[in-house]
């Protein structure tokens, strides 16, 4: 008899060798500089000087347990807070719509969510500071109604409304993602065995959209807890938040071992949350379809509540409908009043949807608007019209090569982090090896951590090897964020693919590399023209970390704009944004058509 | 003259033994039909024939050479895939001439093999279709023909017909064997659909839990199951449990659990426990007991009757209490009632007895 071992046409090196170049760029970008911050962060520092004592202390972390530091953290988790409770009230309404329309409407719908989402954040940030302004339209709209102005910005009013608007499209699109899954013959079926159409919803859409609801907040709390750019502008400067103290530990006070202390303090309360919000998406899965055991357990403290509520709701209605009668016999005048009374009732009823929508979208139109004023004061509405800012842009060679500059960085991005990415992303989905799910999230993870922390971090590295202000530093940086983009949005085309297909391709006789190049590329093709766009506005637009590391003569558009609103607005700033503006509604044009919005999800 | 031999094949999954010392051999031009419930090792044994799937142990010939260590691309086989496998980005011409490209074909003669093949299958005409505009038996036969073309030695089929509704099934099979015999290919039929595997293949491997039960021509399995498992996999079968004796002129008894004494015929040692199988077509039903040398007689009662047109099934219960199916053919209309008392007879030599294990 004759046995012979196992065969060598399916190597165990292919996956090692697909994944070694995303885990090069991982290991220089990311590992490294983490390690080295938390390294550093033991270090004594000598505030003022940069430099630092290489000797362990604790002193660092200590430090941080001074009452002022802890208001700040205090200060940071109010704000994110109320902003995770403002985007939960203001977007489930949203998503709800969004989950029960369909066709044109959704996409539309969609499209307002997701144009911000794709937006440069200082560009956006610009708008709420138009918006909200001493002399903005909601002031002005307060004035209008003899009601005093309220001084949004600089201030931590204007912070929360500020990074509401900024981050509730994430919101939205956890929770109607939950919702679309629901079965709304659910709902059918409450109104069938006798509940109210609100009834219905209370009993039994939103407690299955929970996961939704917990996955959205721990998201939204996560990004606002470490978010930069926002608290700074829209703040002023005045108001501290933990990223603006890592920020002005490092780069102003130059002590960086308590800079990286702080950063690392972060980096444990960003680890818990997102571990958190793993634990409920993942878990949305079982949410979704209850055993009706685990329905009855989960929700049953709920009942009586929701009874209680019926029964007022009832009450109220019944009573306010007497109360009606009654007035409307009395005169014809109160007649004409109610009557009015309930028109603009019913019209708000309809519309507030709506402006919530308007919300989301308003101060992208707005930045737009004003870019086209003749007047170099950023007022609204406009006075006069000109497209002489547009024209400024090119008078100022500074903007012009920010731009050339980032335009190089975006498109050497896209080349490098779409082949790096779908060859990983390739190995991730076909192959299945030991420690498969530990590298998908490994390579995700620059995503999840706050931009400060792998600013400060790489800033540290790219110091260490002579890179800081260097084309090819902020390219590293840059790279390791697009890369866990393209992997995602390339591996979820991949979770459809018929295997089958590829095995067909190799029973004709095609070749493995034949087989990827005929097969697999083609048919994956638009998950890679989405990646390409994702990697191409991702490296454009990234603010965050490049503050850290850009200086000098190369400094990225988005930086620049940056440091231009510290110092207050600039009409060319606004002409730069409505670009990027432009820019990302081109980009979710051609994502749509590729793919289709609904098919996509950004988190 | 053997074209595929298969040797010794063992692959587990983890702990699970899906193929497990699996030999048989394929002669040249026959149509091999690979049977037996999901789960048996099957698919997976025809996987690791095309080459898909690496055997942990064993060794595979084709055409008398070796080709255990050949990746699927350079194997002599084709294989049709259960869900067709079609290249949905490619229309129905590039995916017949995929493998011809890959072959480096000259484009003229590419496109002359896919006519013919076209012709063969009886879809000339539909070359610039995209996959998606065709129907299911359309896909399948396109399949088919992207394997074809290839002029595989060996065409491997991976239950072809099990995405089609019953008709088509049924048109789709006889066309498929006209194919096969044709062409003269040899093939390899793998199907969980007993009917599928008697009517088209020339042998016969009964699979079970990753061994080979039976292996045999379509009516040599049916008439002479060699096993429990095939006489219920295969057909409809009452299965008896007894032991076996002899009377004293060296006759054959089966004992009954009830007691009851049935004459067979049978070489096996007196006192051993067996099974006795007996097709329900080989039972008449009599309105009156008529006495026969060569033929077993009980009185039993009309328990249940299904009507399917052409044939009735009755469940025929014994004094003893155990039941037997009975067909009856071409009566239409069942003239018994149920409750019905009725004589059965069937011939001792349709009485098969296989030893328990």
């Known amino acids: 008899m004759i046995f012979n071992k196992q065969i060598i046409h399916k190597s165990k090196y292919i996956p090692a060798i697909l994944l070694s170049p995303g885990l090069l760029i991982l290991t220089l970008g990311f590992f490294i500089p983490l390690i080295m911050l938390f390294v550093i962060s033991f270090y004594k520092g000598v505030p003022g000087s940069g430099l630092m004592v290489e000797e362990f202390t604790t002193g660092n972390y200590l430090r941080f347990f001074d009452a002022y530091y802890i208001e700040v953290l205090l200060r940071t988790f109010k704000i994110a807070i109320y902003t995770t409770i403002l985007s939960l009230i203001l977007g489930y309404p949203v998503a709800l719509v969004i989950a029960r329309s369909s066709g044109k409407i959704k996409s539309i719908l969609l499209a307002i969510v997701l144009v911000p989402l794709l937006t440069n954040v200082v560009a956006r940030t610009l708008g709420l500071m138009i918006i909200l302004g001493r002399h903005g339209p909601v002031n002005q709209l307060l004035d209008l109604l003899g009601v005093p102005k309220i001084n949004f910005i600089p201030g931590e009013l204007g912070i929360i409304v500020g990074l509401t608007q900024v981050f509730m499209p994430y919101m939205i699109l956890s929770i109607s993602s939950v919702l679309s899954n629901i079965d709304f013959s659910l709902e059918?079926?409450?109104?069938?065995?006798?509940?109210?159409?609100?009834?219905?919803?209370?009993?039994?859409?939103?407690?299955?959209?929970?996961?939704?609801?917990?996955?959205?907040?721990?998201?939204?709390?996560?990004?606002?807890?470490?978010?930069?750019?926002?608290?700074?502008?829209?703040?002023?400067?005045?108001?501290?938040?933990?990223?603006?103290?890592?920020?002005?530990?490092?780069?102003?006070?130059?002590?960086?071992?308590?800079a990286a202390a702080v950063a690392v303090i972060l980096l444990i309360l960003s680890i818990v949350l997102v571990t958190f919000y793993t634990k409920a998406t993942t878990s949305s899965k079982l949410i979704d379809t209850p055993v009706y055991g685990d329905f009855q357990k989960n929700h049953f403290s709920f009942q009586d509540f929701f009874r209680k509520i019926n029964d007022w709701r009832y009450d109220r209605v019944t009573a306010a409908r007497l109360a009606v009668d009654v007035l409307t016999q009395k005169s014809a005048l109160i007649r004409v009043l109610a009557t009015l009374g309930l028109y603009f009732g019913k019209f708000f009823i309809k519309t507030w949807k709506i402006f919530i929508v308007l919300f989301i979208i308003v101060p992208l139109p707005l930045v737009i608007l004003s870019s086209f004023s003749a007047s170099s004061m950023i007022t609204f509405p406009p006075t006069g019209f000109s497209i002489r800012w547009y024209t400024g842009i090119f008078e100022r060679m500074e903007y012009v090569r920010s731009f050339l500059l980032s335009l190089r960085l975006s498109l050497l991005c896209v080349l490098i982090s779409v082949s790096v990415g779908t060859?990983?992303?390739?190995?991730?989905?076909?192959?299945?090896?030991?420690?498969?799910?530990?590298?998908?999230?490994?390579?995700?993870?620059?995503?999840?951590?706050?931009?400060?922390?792998?600013?400060l971090a790489l800033l540290r590295f790219l110091a260490s090897i002579r890179w800081v202000a260097t084309f090819q530093g902020i390219l590293l940086a840059h790279l390791i964020l697009t890369t866990a983009y393209v992997i995602r949005t390339v591996s979820s085309s991949l979770v459809g693919f018929d295997n089958s297909l590829e095995e067909a391709a190799r029973d004709l006789g095609a070749s493995a590399f034949y087989t990827l190049r005929k097969v697999i590329l083609p048919l994956i093709k638009p998950g890679l023209i989405v990646a390409a766009i994702f990697a191409f506005i991702v490296s454009f637009?990234?603010?965050?970390?490049?503050?850290?590391?850009?200086?000098?003569?190369?400094?990225?558009?988005?930086?620049?704009?940056?440091?231009?609103?510290?110092?207050?607005?600039?009409?060319?700033?606004?002409?730069?944004?409505?670009?990027?503006?432009?820019?990302?509604?081109?980009?979710?044009?051609?994502?749509g058509e590729v793919f289709g919005l609904d098919k996509f999800s950004i988190k | 003259m053997c074209m595929v031999e298969v040797q010794n094949i063992k692959k587990s999954f983890g702990r699970v033994l899906a193929v497990d010392n699996v030999s048989f051999k394929v002669k040249r031009g026959e149509l091999l039909g690979l049977l037996g419930p999901s789960g048996c090792g099957k698919t997976t044994l025809l996987r690791i024939i095309s080459g898909l799937i690496n055997p942990d142990q064993g060794v595979i010939f084709m055409d008398g050479k070796v080709v255990t260590a050949l990746p699927p691309e350079k194997r002599p086989t084709s294989l049709v895939f259960q869900n067709y496998a079609l290249f949905p980005h490619l229309g129905v011409f590039e995916n017949i001439a995929f493998g011809l490209r890959i072959k480096k074909l000259p484009m003229k003669e590419i496109r002359k093999e896919v006519q013919n093949i076209l012709e063969i299958v009886g879809l000339l005409g539909t070359e610039n279709r995209s996959i998606r505009q065709l129907s299911g038996g359309q896909q399948q036969r396109i399949a088919l023909a992207r394997a074809l073309v290839m002029k595989p030695s060996v065409l491997l089929l991976d239950e072809p017909l099990s995405n089609l509704d019953a008709k088509l099934r049924l048109e789709t099979r006889l066309y498929i064997q006209k194919v096969q015999k044709a062409l003269g290919i040899t093939s390899i039929f793998v199907t969980h659909d007993q009917e599928e595997a008697l009517s088209i293949s020339d042998r016969i491997v009964i699979m079970n839990k990753g061994k080979i039960v039976q292996i045999g021509t379509p009516e040599g399995i049916y008439s002479k199951p060699n096993s429990k498992f095939t006489a219920y996999f295969i057909g409809k079968s009452n299965i008896?449990?007894?032991?076996?004796?002899?009377?004293?002129?060296?006759?054959?008894?089966?004992?009954?659990?009830?007691?009851?004494?049935?004459?067979?015929?049978?070489?096996?040692?007196?006192?051993?426990?067996?099974?006795?199988?007996?097709?329900?077509?080989?039972?008449?039903?009599?309105?009156?007991?008529?006495?026969?040398?060569?033929?077993?007689?009980?009185?039993?009662?009309?328990?249940?009757?299904?009507?399917?047109?052409?044939?009735?099934?009755?469940?025929?219960?014994?004094e003893g209490n155990e039941t037997l199916l009975v067909s009856e053919y071409g009566y239409g209309v069942s003239k018994k009632l149920i409750g019905e008392k009725v004589f059965i007879s069937w011939p001792i030599s349709a009485c098969l007895v296989l030893q328990d294990h």
């Open chain 1, 188 to 258: 059918d079926a409450a109104r069938d065995l006798g509940s109210s159409k609100f009834g219905a919803f209370w009993k039994v859409t939103f407690p299955l959209s929970m996961s939704g609801i917990v996955a959205g907040s721990l998201f939204v709390f996560l990004l606002s807890f470490s978010s930069y750019v926002t608290p700074r502008l829209l703040g002023g400067g005045k108001v501290m938040v933990i990223t603006m103290l890592i920020y002005q530990q490092a780069m102003q006070l130059l002590n960086w071992p308590f």
């Open chain 1, 423 to 455: 060859l990983a992303s390739l190995a991730l989905a076909r192959y299945n090896f030991r420690g498969r799910e530990i590298i998908r999230s490994v390579f995700l993870s620059p995503l999840m951590l706050p931009a400060v922390i792998v600013g």
């Open chain 1, 541 to 591: 637009d990234e603010t965050t970390v490049s503050i850290f590391i850009t200086g000098g003569r190369t400094i990225t558009l988005p930086v620049r704009i940056f440091s231009q609103l510290e110092y207050g607005l600039d009409p060319t700033v606004t002409a730069i944004s409505s670009l990027l503006i432009l820019m990302a509604v081109i980009a979710l044009f051609i994502i």
């Open chain 2, 240 to 318: 008896l449990s007894g032991i076996i004796r002899s009377d004293r002129r060296g006759n054959g008894l089966f004992t009954l659990a009830s007691g009851q004494v049935l004459r067979v015929k049978s070489d096996i040692k007196t006192g051993t426990k067996c099974s006795l199988v007996i097709r329900p077509e080989y039972i008449q039903l009599l309105d009156e007991a008529k006495e026969s040398e060569n033929n077993n007689i009980f009185v039993g009662w009309v328990e249940h009757i299904t009507y399917l047109g052409e044939v009735n099934y009755y469940r025929i219960r014994l």
